[in-house]
């Protein structure tokens, strides 16, 4: 495992933010994404170390940094040849931490993607309209709204052709459950608007589509669609041009970032597995900064405590190579974007392998077919990140656990954070559909799930 990272270097974009070059509007950073080739997979960490904001995309050996136009002088020195491949001007978060976006009209934003309190009235609605299909559940709130300055509460919602003792917080389910959880990266939007799709796709179609019906009569469909709130909030502040903010709100460890760096934690490094490895940082304002403490946020907490209440502990040891039982029953599928990959445990370190290694190569490789994106282990085709969340919930739980980063496979002028609003119903929803389906069906017994077929 790599050692945690120390303080940034002199080359850091970081260690010189007051140098930020600005334009445009008051308020708005020039933002520039660069391809930089590599020659060898330490370069991935050598660039995290240098706080540059690697961003979740890789074509060959070629990484992707976001910054600004200084951040290319940044990556000469380092030994780098970048090139720019993207400008764009994006506006800086509200440093006040308080704002709460309501959107436009239906509490959209850039051209229709939801707010929180968009999602949270659409779990509401669905709830109310298909009773006997839904039921919404409070896990906990977010870190601004324990600090008593706005925020939100963490919601989840179940959804299966109810019977009794359906949708309880009870490991001891009578059903499989399958787990789907989006934005805890608030930037990468595509990942709530599949939510929102899958929801609506599971009561709309229950007794229309056979395998739909089928699905919901045996099956426990968990989704939490966002679960970074008050880190989306701040990307919908900018409107019809998101903020490009990926980590939650808080900003006890450093509240003065300027435009080359974010406050927050990276909530998807800050999970209590392998903590503070590959992928981190311990410079507050860095993109991947793993924040004070293994789960140290309540975003976390609250969801690790979810996952406790509706997953049995099955995987008994500690050791990374300790299986869990092929009996296991469960799914869960952690969505980012853009990289077009699906990746499996262990993220935090590609040297070492579970237990599990075969099925959920097997299971993600399945996923790959279907999506045409790329499957293995992160470090192994993008680079390795610890503390995540699939991490966590495989090494606890014994949960079979995934990660699936939608992205633009197909050059469908769909790639990016924040692609245009048109590509969910037209490019993402209809890729993600048919593997979601498949997904769920394997949370009865997905560790005999095989490439091809059960």
């Given at each position: 495992?790599?050692a ?51 961003i ?5 050996n070629?990484?992707f940094v976001m910054?600004?136009?200084?951040t ?9 040849a970048?090139?720019?491949v993207?400008?764009?001007?994006k ?5 006040s931490?308080?704002a ?8 959209t ?18 709830a109310?309209?298909?009773?006997d299909?839904?039921k ?18 963490l919601?989840?919602?179940?959804i ?56 919901m ?8 669609p ?19 903010q990926r980590k939650n ?12 760096g974010q ?6 490094r800050n ?5 503070g ?11 991947v ?24 502990a ?18 869960m ?10 990746l ?31 499957s ?25 656990s ?9 050059g469908?002028n ?9 590509c969910?119903?037209?490019y993402f929803?209809?890729?993600?559909k ?13 560790y ?6 059960r």
């Amino acid at each position: 495992m790599v050692a945690a990272l120390t303080a940034l270097s002199p080359l850091s974009p970081l260690a010189h933010a007051g140098a930020a070059q600005r334009s445009g509007a008051s308020g708005e950073r020039t933002v520039v994404v660069y391809r930089v080739p590599t020659h060898d997979r330490g370069d991935a960490q050598k660039l995290i170390s240098a706080g540059f904001d690697l961003i979740e995309r890789r074509q060959g050996n070629d990484l992707f940094v976001m910054g600004d136009p200084s951040t290319a002088a940044g990556l000469r020195r380092l030994g780098f040849a970048p090139t720019a491949v993207e400008t764009m001007n994006k506006p800086l978060p509200d440093q006040s931490r308080t704002a709460r976006a309501t959107g436009g009209a239906g509490g959209t934003y850039d051209g229709g993607y939801h707010t929180v309190d968009a999602h949270y009235a659409h779990l509401d609605q669905v709830a109310s309209q298909h009773p006997d299909m839904a039921k919404v559940v409070t896990y906990g709130q977010s870190w601004l709204k324990q600090k008593g300055r706005g925020g939100h509460d963490l919601k989840a919602v179940c959804i299966t052709k109810m019977k009794q003792g359906d949708c309880q917080l009870d490991p001891k389910s009578t059903k499989p459950r399958f787990f789907l959880m989006s934005q805890i990266h608030a930037r990468e939007l595509t990942t709530g608007e599949v939510s929102w799709r899958w929801i609506d796709t599971l009561t709309n179609d229950y007794g229309k589509d056979p395998d739909i019906t089928k699905l919901m009569d045996s099956t426990e469909m968990w989704v939490v669609p966002i679960a970074n709130p008050d880190g989306v909030d701040i990307v919908a502040q900018g409107g019809d041009n998101p903020i490009l903010q990926r980590k939650n709100a808080d900003d006890a460890q450093g509240s003065s970032c300027d435009a080359n760096g974010q406050s927050g934690v990276d909530l998807n490094r800050n999970a209590g597995t392998h903590w503070g490895g590959a992928g981190t940082s311990t410079e507050p304002c860095s993109e991947v900064y793993r924040g004070p403490a293994a789960d140290s946020e309540p975003e976390n907490t609250a969801l690790e405590g979810l996952f406790r209440k509706l997953y049995p502990a099955v995987r008994t040891g500690t050791g990374d190579s300790d299986p869990a039982p092929a009996t296991a029953k469960g799914l869960m599928i952690s969505l980012h974007s853009d990289a077009s990959m699906v990746l499996l445990p262990w993220e935090a370190d590609h040297t070492i392998h579970t237990g599990n290694d075969a099925a959920l190569r097997a299971l993600a490789g399945r996923l790959g077919k279907l999506t045409g994106y790329q499957s293995g282990q992160a470090g192994e085709i993008l680079y390795d990140a610890s503390g995540g969340t699939d991490d966590w919930t495989y090494d606890k739980l014994g949960l079979a656990s995934l990660t699936i980063e939608i992205g633009d496979s197909d050059g469908r002028n769909c790639s990016g954070f924040t692609p245009a609003f048109s590509c969910q119903d037209s490019y993402f929803w209809p890729k993600m559909k048919p593997a979601l389906i498949d997904a769920a069906k394997q949370a009865a017994a997905p560790y005999k799930t095989t490439a091809r077929g059960r």
